[in-house]
């Protein structure tokens, strides 16, 4: 029996209440399909200042090193709001995704036909939209040097350097051309090549790579138009990758154009190394209700399934088990509407496992 560690870092706020939904779901996957997933829990956050004073312990490090992906809740709150920077319980994730070398950011962005209500777009332009955005993850101008704030004469200048080496470019290309070859087959490479040197470069770097992947049809896109055809036609898209903050943007209009924060999983991958995390934070105003939507953990873990593990049967099941359930009318009160049933966070994950069950059923 194949067997999978994984680390749980619960977090603060509605934290552990959504990572232990989606153990439990993991557990019924495994039990339907017989694998082991050995769970171990790390402290990160607020939670981890309290009882060590740190945000990022080491021994929390040294478990996702060793762990053959980590599932992260979230982080931070109130309590913690007025500590110097270098102390907040944000400095744990930064210093995780850093130790974990992660580069490529991936963000679904998938209407689902029960929530389409739910979409600020109208019902005939987003119906259909499934689309992945691959974010660059560790280069870009977010991280290129020189970069401040310098005196030139009397006056201040602000710099930053939008810098890419090839090999940076690449691997986050290969990424992409290889989850495209595995869904619809087509990818979007958006940068601004008509003006930046480092998106020629980009260009460059995906034409060459498009020879190895011969199946997959490829679409260059400026930033500027990008943002307006996914408003325009979000459903023509299956995966867009592109640099740093180019993607900081684009992930986050992509996920409003869906309309449910608590549906929106995503996953950052390394060479070695991945973490899978819900979009949103903490949620303080709602921790220990039992009123949080696991949906975007869930989904979380089951990317985990499709780009750790390789289960991709079992991720397909997890995704139309959580279709199946919106479609039954489940609804925590964040995405309800009138005419729904409105349940709490352990009901919609027993529903979900209910899902999972009839639908493994129906397979055999
Ligand atoms: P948030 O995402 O936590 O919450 C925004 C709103 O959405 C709130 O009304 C919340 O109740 C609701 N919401 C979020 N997730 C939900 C879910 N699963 N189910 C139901 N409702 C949900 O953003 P915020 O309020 O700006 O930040 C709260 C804290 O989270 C802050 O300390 C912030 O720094 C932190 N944060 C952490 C992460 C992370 O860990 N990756 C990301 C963003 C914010």
Redesign the pocket.
């Known amino acids: 029996m194949p067997v999978f560690k994984i680390a749980l870092l619960k977090?603060d706020?509605?934290g552990p209440e959504?990572v232990d939904s989606a153990v439990k779901v993991l557990k019924k996957i495994g039990e339907l399909f017989g694998h082991k997933f050995n769970f171990e829990e790390g402290l990160i956050g607020g939670v981890a200042i309290d009882k060590t004073g740190e945000p990022l312990p080491p021994y929390t490090l040294e478990l996702c090193l060793s762990a053959d992906a980590v599932l992260l809740g979230?982080?931070?709150?109130p309590k913690w709001d007025d500590l110097p920077t270098y102390k907040r319980?944000?400095r744990g994730?930064l210093g995780i995704r850093k130790a974990l070398d992660l580069y490529a950011n991936l963000r679904p962005a998938k209407v689902y036909e029960s929530l389409i209500s739910a979409s600020p777009l109208k019902d005939h332009v987003v119906r259909g939209t499934d689309f992945l955005v691959v974010r660059e993850l560790t280069g870009d101008v977010y991280y290129g040097e020189p970069r401040g704030i310098f005196k030139e004469g009397d006056k201040r200048v602000g710099i930053n350097t939008m810098r890419y080496t090839e090999d940076e470019i690449r691997r986050v290309i290969k990424k992409a051309f290889q989850i495209a070859k595995d869904r619809r087959k087509k990818l979007t490479s958006v940068d601004k090549s008509n003006v930046l040197e480092v998106s020629a470069l980009w260009r460059e770097v995906v034409e060459e790579e498009r020879k190895n992947y011969p199946d997959v049809e490829v679409e260059h896109l400026y930033v500027d138009n990008c943002a307006m055809q996914i408003v325009k036609r979000p459903s023509s898209f299956d995966v867009i990758v592109t640099g740093n903050i180019f993607g900081d943007i684009l992930s986050d209009e992509a996920a409003v154009i869906t309309g449910s924060?608590?549906m929106l999983p995503s996953a950052s991958l390394g060479q070695r190394h991945a973490l899978y995390?819900?979009v949103?934070?903490?949620?303080?105003?709602?921790a220990g209700k039992g009123i949080?939507?696991p949906i975007?953990t869930i989904l979380s873990a089951g990317m985990m399934l499709r780009y750790s593990f390789g289960l991709k049967e079992e991720a397909n099941l997890l995704e139309r088990a959580v279709e199946l359930t919106l479609h039954k009318g489940y609804r925590?009160p964040?995405i309800y509407d009138e005419g729904t049933k409105k349940v709490g966070t352990e009901e919609m994950t027993d529903a979900i496992i209910s899902a999972l069950e009839e639908l493994c059923e129906k397979l055999v």
């Not at 979230?74 to 709150?77: F, T």
């Not at 949103?280 to 709602?286: K, Q, R, T, V």
């Open positions: 977090g706020g509605i959504i979230a982080v931070g709150g319980p944000e994730l924060l608590g995390e819900p949103h934070g903490s949620a303080p105003d709602i949080a939507n975007a925590t964040d």
